[in-house]
Structures are given as C-alpha cells and as structure tokens.
C-alpha cells in the first residue's frame, strides 16, 4: 500500500475512532456521513461511516445475526418490527446514502442490489427509483470500450474569465450568431454580473436551448451541489425530449475553475455521462495585467491568475484596444502562468472570425485522455520568459524512457498528499515498465485519475511526458522525484 493510501487509511481509522469513543446515535453518524460527502467528497470514509450508523440501527432493533449481504431481508424484518413509516423515515435514507456512496466507488452491482431492497419496501419512493436508474444508466457505459464511453458522453464546456472579460457576449454570440447545428445546454451562474441579454432569451430560444440559472451564490463554492443538479436535470431532459450535444457553463468573473472542473469526477453518474472537454478562460487584453497584478490579502487567491492556470483555451479578447507592443506583453504574462493553453487572438464585440473561433473551443477534448496523447516536444516546452508573477509556474518534463510502476504510485502518492493543494493541473502519458499499453493521466489538485490507454507502436520511442501548472511548485524537486521513477537500465559497455 502506498504512503497516501496508508495516510488515507489512518484518518480513517482516527475518524472512526473518534465517533466510537463519544455517546454517538446512528442520527449522528448519518448526519456526519452527510457532512463528509457534501464537504470533502470523501466516499471511503463516508462508506465506514453510514455502516456504522447501519450496524447501530440494527443493533436498536436486534437485527445484528441477519448479514447485511441481503438488504431485502434485513429491510422485511425491520419493517416488521417498527412498521412502514419507521423504515421510510429513518433506514430507507441510510441505504439511500449508502447506494450513492457504493456507486460512487464503482460498486455499481451492489449498488443497485440495496436500491432494489429499498423499492421493495417503498415502491413509490421518487428518489430511490431516480438512483437505480441512475446505476443501470452507468453500469450500461461501464459495458462499453473506453473509446465508445467517451464517444456516447456529452462533451460540456466551463466558459470561464474574469469581470467583463466578454464571457457572456461570447455566449450570446454561440446562441444567437453560430451556424452549428448542435444542440446546446446552458448553465448560467448570476453573481453581481449581467446574464443572458433580455433580447436573447426569448420564448423560441427557450424551446430551442435548456437554459439553467443559478443565481444563489458563486459556482465554484455555495451551489456547486447545485451544478450537479442542474447537470442531472439536463441529462434526463435530453433523455425524455430529445438530444442535447453540448453543454456550456458561465461561471462568474469570479470563480475559481478548479472546484467546478472537479464535479465532473467527484459524481459517478456525472462522469458516466458527461466529459469535461475544456476550461476557456476569456481575457480582457486591456485589463488583464492590472487583475493580475491586484494585491489579494494574505489567503485569497488571485482568480485572474486561478483561471488562466486551469485553461485549456485562452481567448485573448478587445485586442483592438490595445497597441502591438502591449499586447506582447500582455501573452508573455498569460505564458509565464500557463505555457501550454493555445491563444486564440479575438474581437468579440465585431464577431470577428466568429465561426473558426467557436470552433475552436466546442469539441476540442483539449481536457481529455485523448489529448494529452497529442503532446510533442513543442508544446511541453517551457517559456523563457520573465516570470512577473513567481508563484504560479508551468512545468514540461520529456523524457526517453520507462517508469517503475511501484515508484511511480509512491510518487505520485506523496505528490497528492504534500503538493495537492498547490497543484491546479497535471496530465501526462508515461511509459509503464512491462506495459504495453500508454499511461495517461490528469488531476486537479488532490484528485486523480489514470487509466491504460493505446498500445505503444513499435517505431515509438517509448517516453513520459508530463505537465504540472501549480503555485510556488519546485522544478528541482518534482523532476527529480520523477527521475527517482524511472528504470535504471545497466550501461552495456561498447
């Protein structure tokens, strides 16, 4: 077991402990298992507690000698001890919570078992039919090649840039000026900024486009329960109506992308159906340095800068208010935090090569798997230039050669555990001693996720390339630990 999962495996273990010492009801830890999804999106200790909380209710009921392995049994017999409101009111949302954990750990199966249980024993219950269909809808994808799942998922877009950046003009310009004929979904967050033009959202463009505001907080923090929400209701409107092909969210000039980017893996059923298929940021060329270069108190974090380290596309946007010179200086700021987003050159207000620039940032997969596979040596390259703002940086690393798997989850392990917090974003495709296959993976912050994917050619020289975009990272350190994971091959004298 890696250094992370036994430092994972220890809180738990203390969490655990803590609730075993105190005069804790079943209420309380359900309660508490409630507090660690919604909170830290913590599946492994939600699971440990809502079977604690199970276990206790039983142990209320004298139920311990039935095995929790037949929930339908365990669930007949509670019924006929307290009666059909008892187990609806209380047992049915444990299992509830616990078939939403289950799934979200890939026990999809089991998952479905426990929701079937509960169908039996409330038949009417909206939420439990809801889930179960749910876990089929997932468990019919998981059937499926890697290559097929992401072709049947919806590619969505997190439209992204600070005040007045021209966010919602692009916006306005895909629902009203483009010539596509995709179906589009819009999530809207309303936070201190104009929305939809008035004009736009007419009774025909309602009934052409799903329009979703939220207009009850920032996206990235007080309703980001409620962007999984409103994702789920875009999927079942598709489902019953009709086709959706798109998915766009507008978050506010002042989100920070990286919680948003992360509902789109902490929900199984989200990430079943959805792709996140890149983060555009849209910046203001005359504005841009002075956000940057805003003084934040000690702890607050720089959006301008947060959202241009998580870009996959950077739209730099009014450059006819500005002259050449500054806008050079205006790129070489953008490349000294993210070096690695292309920068597509833009006058929004004009509509300007409206078409080419939509589409070059609607279906570009620039945030998944597949992408990471197109690296060359050119786009890992690191910019020269002068780093005006020194605690965000990029990081290339191209090396010939192959990884030790075993150092390579240690690595990684002590990356996730020490330098999380700090890194925005991380892909790579690595060489995997013994593997056939390519390694590909991406994270952001703490969350990680890495599949094998494509077989190395015989005529490709078997590398690792890798990207990191974070604060105050240390190139030394982070390339020399990855150096550490490498296989030493012996030097065969000539």
């Known amino acids: 077991m890696s250094g992370f999962a036994n430092s994972m495996m220890s809180r738990v273990r203390e969490m655990m402990d803590r609730l075993s010492s105190s005069a804790t009801s079943w209420k309380d830890l359900a309660a508490a298992a409630e507090a660690v999804l919604k909170v ?14 199970i276990d206790m209710y039983a142990a209320s009921l004298g139920l311990e000698s039935i095995s929790m392995r037949d929930p339908k049994k365990f669930l007949d017999a509670a019924r006929q001890q307290t009666g059909d409101a008892k187990v609806v009111s209380e047992l049915v949302p444990l299992f509830l919570t616990r078939s939403e954990v289950l799934s979200n750990l890939g026990a999809h199966k089991r998952a479905k078992l426990e929701l ?22 997932v468990m019919a994808m998981e059937g499926k090649s890697y290559s097929q799942q992401e072709d049947a998922k919806i590619p969505a877009t997190v439209l992204t840039g600070f005040l007045g950046s021209g966010k ?51 996206i ?13 209701k875009i999927l079942k409107s598709g489902r019953a109506d009709g086709r959706v092909d798109h998915i766009l969210i507008e978050t506010t000039g002042l989100a920070d992308p990286a919680p948003v980017a992360q509902t789109f893996f902490v929900d199984d059923y989200i990430q079943a159906r959805i792709r996140l298929d890149g983060i555009v940021t849209v910046v203001d060329a005359k504005h841009i340095i002075q956000h940057l270069d805003d003084e934040k108190p000690e702890g607050v974090e720089n959006e301008a800068i947060e959202q241009l380290a998580f870009s996959d596309r950077i739209l730099l946007n009014k450059i006819d208010l500005v002259d050449a010179p500054y ?32 589409n070059g940032i609607l279906g570009i997969r620039a945030f998944s798997l597949d992408k990471v596979l197109d690296m060359d040596s050119e786009f890992l390259k690191d910019g020269q230039e002068h780093q005006h703002d020194e605690s965000v940086t990029s990081i290339g690393i191209d090396l010939v050669g192959e990884v030790d798997e075993g150092k ?6 002590h990356i996730l555990k020490n330098k999380g917090v700090d890194i925005f974003r991380m892909k790579g495709v690595l060489a995997v001693e013994g593997q056939d296959s390519k390694f590909v993976f991406q994270g952001i912050h703490m969350l990680f996720s890495g599949i094998p994917q494509d077989e190395w050619k015989p005529s490709e020289t078997r590398s690792c390339k890798l990207v990191f975009i974070g604060r105050n990272l240390d190139r030394a350190e982070i390339e020399g630990g990855f150096r550490n994971c490498l296989v030493k091959r012996p030097h065969v004298a000539q």
């Open 40 to 53: 830290d999106n913590d599946y492994f200790m939600a699971i440990q507690i809502i079977n604690k909380a």
């Open 408 to 413: 390579l989850n240690a690595w990684l392990g």
């Open 220 to 232: 990235c923090c007080t309703v980001r329960g409620d962007l999984v929400e409103g994702l789920k």
């Open 327 to 358: 806008l050079s200086q205006v790129e070489e700021r953008i490349r000294a935090i993210n070096n690695f987003a292309p920068i597509v050159k833009t006058t929004l207000n004009v509509a300007t090569n409206l078409e080419s620039t939509i």
């Open 116 to 137: 079937d249980a509960v169908i039996s024993v409330a038949p009417d219950h909206e939420r439990a039919k809801e889930l179960r269909q749910e876990t089929e809808e």
């Open 168 to 218: 919602t003009t692009l916006l306005n310009h895909i629902l009203r000026d483009w010539k596509g004929d995709k179906r589009i979904a819009i999530i809207e967050n309303e936070f201190g900024e104009v929305g939809i033009d008035d004009a736009l959202v007419t009774k025909a463009l309602k009934e052409e486009e799903t329009i979703i505001e939220m207009n009850n907080g920032c």
